[in-house]
């Protein structure tokens, strides 16, 4: 079900240097890092690899939107996903499809919950 949490910080780095040194002992590493429009993205993974807590830019002062992905079984069920958020009506942030920069076959679609978060199905296929 939960696939991963984005969380915004004030100091991406100082918030991904602090979980990785305090929950070193759980096997937390970073996985990726990367430049976005609006600042640097650092994730994180335990020890399967697979990242799992990422962090970003604040967007702005006051109350942050949490980011909430969660696991599809299909790209199929991500095409459902945004065909339901369109037929009630939801804000759509990003229509599904490929995300190179997270990893090369990560399927995804975003979309708005009534409490303003970024709510997120995805599905991932990994080369064999």
């Not at 002992?25 to 650092?42: K, L, M, S, W």
């Not at 399967?48 to 909430?68: A, Q, S, T």
């Amino acid at each position: 079900m939960l696939d991963h949490l984005a969380l915004q910080c004030a100091d991406v780095d100082a918030a991904a240097e602090f979980y990785v040194r305090v929950f070193a002992a759980c096997g937390i590493r970073q996985a990726r890092r990367f430049d976005h429009p609006e600042g640097t993205v650092v994730a994180l993974a335990g020890p399967d690899g697979f990242p799992k807590l990422w962090f970003g830019p604040m967007e702005g002062p006051g109350n942050r939107p949490v980011h909430l992905a969660l696991t599809a079984p299909s790209r199929r069920a991500v095409d459902d996903v945004f065909a339901a958020a369109q037929a009630a009506g939801t804000e759509i942030l990003h229509e599904p499809r490929i995300w190179p920069e997270y990893h090369p076959g990560y399927y995804g679609v975003f979309v708005r919950d009534p409490d303003g978060n970024n709510v997120e199905a995805v599905h991932h296929t990994f080369p064999a």
